[in-house]
């Protein structure tokens, strides 16, 4: 893999990483705000608050699981050619 292709890679990581922080940002304020008008609890508390604590954590739990079966990619980082000499 080419340093250009790694820089891609990296961007391309970045880049979906800021829009899946996006994506739990909304779900959170839709959980907490969207859902204050329910009026239905889960264990005596109210479902906004259940869904606006819990529930961003199992939805954030599963938007990493996406990005690491179809955005990441297990790559060396270092230079192929030159392992090593660097540093001795």
Same mark, same amino acid.
């Given at each position: 893999?080419? +340093?250009?292709?790694?820089?891609?890679?990296?961007? *391309?990581? /970045? /880049?979906?990483? =800021? $829009?899946? !922080? !996006?994506? $739990?940002?909304?779900?959170?304020?839709? /959980?907490?705000?969207?859902? /204050? =008008?329910? +009026?239905?609890?889960?264990?005596?508390?109210?479902?906004?608050? %259940?869904? &606006? &604590?819990?529930?961003?954590?199992?939805?954030?739990?599963? !938007? %990493?699981?996406?990005?690491?079966?179809? %955005?990441? *990619?297990?790559?060396?980082? #270092? +230079? =192929?050619?030159?392992? =090593? &000499? +660097?540093? #001795?």
């Amino acid at each position: 893999m080419t +340093d250009w292709e790694k820089y891609q890679q990296i961007r *391309r990581e /970045a /880049a979906f990483t =800021g $829009l899946a !922080l !996006l994506v $739990l940002i909304l779900f959170w304020c839709w /959980a907490g705000f969207g859902l /204050a =008008g329910v +009026d239905m609890e889960i264990g005596g508390l109210p479902l906004w608050a %259940v869904t &606006s &604590s819990i529930g961003v954590w199992f939805f954030a739990i599963m !938007l %990493v699981k996406i990005l690491l079966k179809f %955005v990441f *990619r297990d790559m060396p980082l #270092e +230079d =192929g050619g030159k392992e =090593g &000499s +660097d540093h #001795e």
